[in-house]
């Protein structure tokens, strides 16, 4: 796994990068199972917070997972 890009020492283009190449289809949904994790909603609409340096990765994905 890539390291996270932190909210403080990246880029808004590189936390983008990160959300774009972490949930990118891989196109078989039997073993990658990434579409029942994020529920069909896009990755970009719910990482918009960290995407744009207001909350971590990890508390929106725990938060994801939680739902």
């Known amino acids: 796994m890539t390291k996270i ?6 880029t808004r283009e590189e936390r983008l ?3 774009q190449e ?4 891989l196109n078989h949904c ?3 199972g990434k579409c029942h994790i994020l529920k ?5 609409k719910l990482y918009a ?3 744009e340096g ?5 508390d929106i994905t725990k938060e994801i997972r939680e739902q």
């Open 49 to 51: 917070e960290y995407i």
């Open 5 to 10: 890009p932190g909210i403080t020492n990246a």
């Open 22 to 25: 972490q949930w990118q289809c």
């Open 54 to 58: 207001r909350r971590e990765y990890m």
């Open 17 to 19: 990068a990160f959300v």
């Open 30 to 32: 039997p073993s990658c």
């Open 40 to 44: 069909g909603k896009d990755a970009e």
